[in-house]
């Protein structure tokens, strides 16, 4: 499996509750490698079309809400098979059903603040890298 590249989101509860080194320490111990990273506060405008494809979704005013609602850190992490390394060591959207080890079930508060956004496919990772980051601000 060759080396690839997803996008990483730390969100604002965990941002709120200073977790965000125990969070990157999960991604480095899975394999995973931060090449980029920034701190930001999100705009509402950056929320919306972030999760354009969650627009019909109920919850998606709440989730646009959250998501601006505090400092971000978003971030590439590299590796093998990094998109569906990454998917494993967030564990499931619903900390409920995720299991142990990871990190939303170790940190999420609910099934909206869910401590990370990972992206689910090859393809949706790089349309997200290349929404926060410059090609020169990624350095593997
Ligand atoms: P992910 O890929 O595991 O992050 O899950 P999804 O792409 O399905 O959902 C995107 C994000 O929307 C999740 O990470 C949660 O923050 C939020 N979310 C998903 N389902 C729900 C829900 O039923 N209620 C609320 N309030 N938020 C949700």
Known sequence: MAI??????IKPDATRRNITGK???K???AGLRVVAQRRI???TEQAESFYGVHRERPFFNDLVAFMTSGPVVVQVLEGENAVARNREVMGAT???DAADGTIRKEFAESIEANSVHGSDAPETAA???AFFFKDEEVVG
């Open 127 to 129: 349309e997200e890298i």
């Open 41 to 43: 506060k999100m705009t």
């Open 4 to 9: 690839e590249r997803t996008f990483s989101i």
């Open 94 to 96: 619903n900390p409920a």
């Open 23 to 25: 969070i990157i320490t």
């Open 27 to 29: 991604f480095e111990e």
